[in-house]
């Protein structure tokens, strides 16, 4: 018995259209397959690393000194704070080191005059 030619069409088109089904299904593992999604993030990544550090030594080749200034203002952030921790910490040594109390009481007002005098 032989199948009449519309029917036999049809499976060849569903046979073509599960074929393509299929391997979009594949190109889908594929890409998103752990290892590849990795590769891919990795590709990115150094590509835009890639651009900044041209923009960034394109920037210092224009304006030396606005980056210069930057990185004295970036350096003064860091350093500051432990300065005046240290600094602070001296005068606690040195107030220590003479026995003087840390608040300074005020004087006592004078006596008034007599009146004998």
């Known amino acids: 018995m032989t199948e009449p030619q519309g029917i036999a069409a049809a499976r060849a088109n569903a046979q073509q259209a599960?074929?393509?089904m299929l391997g979009t299904v594949d190109a889908i593992k594929?890409?998103?397959n752990p290892g590849t999604v990795?590769?891919?993030m990795a590709g990115r990544v150094k590509e835009r690393a890639s651009a900044a550090v041209e923009q960034?030594?394109?920037v210092v080749q224009r304006e030396p000194r606005a980056v210069a200034a930057g990185a004295a203002g970036?350096?003064?952030l860091f350093i500051t704070p432990k300065l005046i921790r240290s600094l602070r910490r001296r005068?606690?040594?040195?107030r220590a080191r003479a026995k003087v109390?840390?608040?300074v009481a005020s004087p006592e007002p004078p006596a008034p005059p007599t009146a004998g005098s």
């Not at 005068?91 to 040195?94: A, E, R, T, V």
């Open 18 to 20: 599960k074929s393509r």
């Open 30 to 32: 594929t890409r998103l």
């Open 38 to 40: 990795a590769e891919d």
């Open 56 to 58: 960034g030594v394109a």
């Open 74 to 76: 970036l350096l003064a």
């Open 91 to 94: 005068c606690k040594q040195k």
């Open 101 to 103: 109390p840390a608040t």
